[in-house]
């Protein structure tokens, strides 16, 4: 399909994802058009490279177009969504595209609930200080890659399946890498059953040549692999694992840890990025890696090149004595690692700024998301964050703070997103530890409250 060049429109080209694969597709030497509803510094790089891109979504941007991709987020009614079906224009979701994009490669597909970024940002590390040249899309902006999406010659394409809306069922990999298996995106899921059923039917999709790779201790994952035809490996800290791990040691921003394989002690391993769900994440791409036939000190060294992700616990900045981080935590589960590991941090006042993602979310796992904040000290509540989503009568913010209150453990405020910069800006002091999180936009309100607080020292005296 994309064997020769093509003119190709992308709706909501944005994305994280979206954008990924409008860059691949660049640098293939394809045309590429697109449309957003805001521009962005993703937009701003795409552009630069060639892409043709419109900020607001009309009809009049499908003019002589061969193909149309489109994101989960746009709706139905989408005005150039329309034009193509009424033009019989060959249109596609993103998950859909993808497969294309793999085609001839050997794909190693990383889907999950939760560590989907950075378990798919690690293999490509890893590939690449291999020497394997490998292409790929992840879901967030990756220092060491330069950005979202790579290219490369070699046979490897690894690419971040995204379950949220089933598009990974779309994807026939070789590897399949399957972090966690949770109570997540019920605005498409009507509960854990269904959700089991889309992984084993991603399970299934695998190639017969290929492999399952999977965290050993998710019971979701236990129940459905039972009876899985496709060879399964797992990882974990149990010693029926094909790879297990021992002597594990957390310090600040970094950890270590042993690992044996298949019976035999592969030596240890240190992660410049924090926290025991980062080991659980590095551990699926060493088991993937040793699958694919890299010598234990080539995994060791890529491993411990790996820095991070944006938005993944993120230091955005130490001022006065302040710490602000910047995580993209939006599930009761993420939240807790993430606090759990900003416990650790030895900060005098741990502050967590939280903006709820999608009314669903909230509505269903409001109970959850109080809980989650159990280690905290000050919680500060948000507006929620629609995403595409229409408002549900009667769900917002104060559906978490309401359910804080019945615990009577954790302090908590609720601010509107306009004030909360000035709040912020006289509630906090030295010792303290900022964690913003949530999916949403939440992420540049980090980074303006930094800006704030380099004008407040300027201003101090000396």
């Not at 630069?48 to 002589?64: L, P, T, V």
């Not at 020497?131 to 899309?137: A, D, V, Y």
């Not at 490996?233 to 840890?257: A, H, P, T």
């Amino acid at each position: 399909m994309l064997s020769s060049s093509k003119k190709i429109h992308f709706i909501g080209i944005g994305g994280i994802g979206m954008s990924g694969i409008a860059w691949l597709c660049l640098k293939k030497g394809h045309k590429i058009s697109g449309s957003d509803i805001k521009s962005s510094n993703i937009i701003d790089k795409l552009k630069s490279e060639g892409a043709k891109i419109e900020i607001g979504h009309r009809w009049e941007n499908i003019r002589d177009i061969d193909m149309v991709v489109y994101s989960s987020a746009v709706l139905s009614h989408n005005p150039e969504l329309s034009e193509a079906n009424r033009k019989n224009i060959p249109v596609f979701k993103r998950g859909e595209f993808l497969t294309y994009l793999a085609e001839g490669k050997k794909c190693v597909a990383v889907t999950g609930a939760h560590g989907k970024t950075t378990t798919s940002s690690m293999i490509s590390t890893m590939l690449k200080e291999a020497n394997l040249m490998p292409s790929g899309i992840v879901g967030a902006l990756v220092p060491y890659l330069n950005g979202n999406a790579f290219i490369g010659d070699g046979e490897h394409f690894v690419v971040e399946a995204d379950e949220s809306d089933g598009s990974f069922l779309h994807l026939n990999p070789d590897y399949g890498i399957i972090t966690n298996i949770d109570l997540e995106h019920l605005d498409y899921y009507d509960n854990i059953e269904q959700i089991r059923a889309a992984y084993l039917k991603f399970m299934n999709n695998i190639k017969p040549e290929g492999a399952v790779v999977c965290w050993g201790g998710d019971p979701h994952i236990k129940k459905i692999t039972r009876h899985l035809k496709a060879r399964v490996l797992r990882y974990g800290k149990s010693k029926k694992n094909n790879l297990y791990c021992n002597k594990i040691k957390l310090e600040g921003m970094e950890s270590e840890f042993n690992c044996i394989y298949d019976g035999n002690d592969i030596g240890l391993f240190r992660l410049r990025v924090p926290g025991e769900h980062n080991i659980l994440n590095s551990m699926a791409a060493i088991l993937t890696g040793m699958e694919i036939g890299l010598a234990p000190d080539t995994i060791r060294s890529a491993i411990y090149q790996y820095k991070g992700a944006e938005r993944r616990f993120q230091i955005k900045a130490r001022i006065c004595d302040i710490t602000v981080i910047d995580d993209y935590a939006h599930h009761p589960t993420e939240i807790k690692a993430t606090l759990k590991v900003a416990r650790n941090m030895r900060c005098k006042r741990l502050i967590s700024i939280f903006q709820p993602h999608r009314f669903t979310r909230t509505k269903f796992l409001k109970k959850e998301f109080a809980q989650a904040f159990y280690d905290t000290d000050y919680l500060i509540l948000m507006d929620i964050y629609a995403a595409n989503e229409k408002p549900i009568f009667g769900v917002t913010s104060m559906n978490i703070y309401n359910e804080i209150l019945k615990m009577k453990r954790i302090n908590a405020n609720y601010i509107v997103k306009e004030r909360l910069l000035d709040y912020l800006i006289s509630f906090v002091r030295p010792g303290d530890l900022l964690l913003f999180l949530g999916a949403g936009d939440i992420g540049r309100l980090s980074g303006e409250f930094v800006t704030r607080l380099k004008e407040r020292k300027e201003k101090e005296p000396v």
